[in-house]
Nanobody, 120 residues
């Protein structure tokens, strides 16, 4: 079974930090860009950050300078280091990528989500 599993969410005070992790597992041949999205209650899901297989990154304006995305290609893992957290960062965070399976089939994958709550 091919899947993405996130971890690292939790409750933190404003100004604090959290580090999210997302591991891809299964019969994967290659992984393309990996991204983090978030969805706050009553709002649409939004793209937070993306990292290509070569390490190029892009961030939403709302998190630039505070969040850092990175990846470990050998471990099929992507990270999101979140610093200087604000209450408006409260959301469910989702990992997303597109993989090519060993069988040669391309598939989009989403994780199950991890809750991040920032108290004021």
């Amino acid at each position: 079974q091919v899947q993405l599993v996130e971890s690292g969410g939790g409750l933190v005070q404003a100004g604090g930090s959290l580090r999210l992790s997302c591991v891809a597992s299964g019969s994967i041949f290659s992984i393309n860009a990996m991204s983090w999205y978030r969805q706050a209650p009553g709002k649409q899901r939004e793209l937070v950050a993306t990292i290509t297989s070569g390490g190029s990154t892009n961030y939403a304006d709302s998190v630039k300078g505070r969040f850092t995305i990175s990846r470990d290609n050998a471990k099929n893992t992507v990270f999101l280091q979140m610093n200087s957290l604000k209450p408006e960062d409260t959301a469910v965070y989702y990992c997303q990528t597109n993989v090519v399976l060993v069988a040669g089939v391309a598939r989009p994958l989403w994780g199950q989500g991890t809750q991040v709550t920032v108290s004021s």
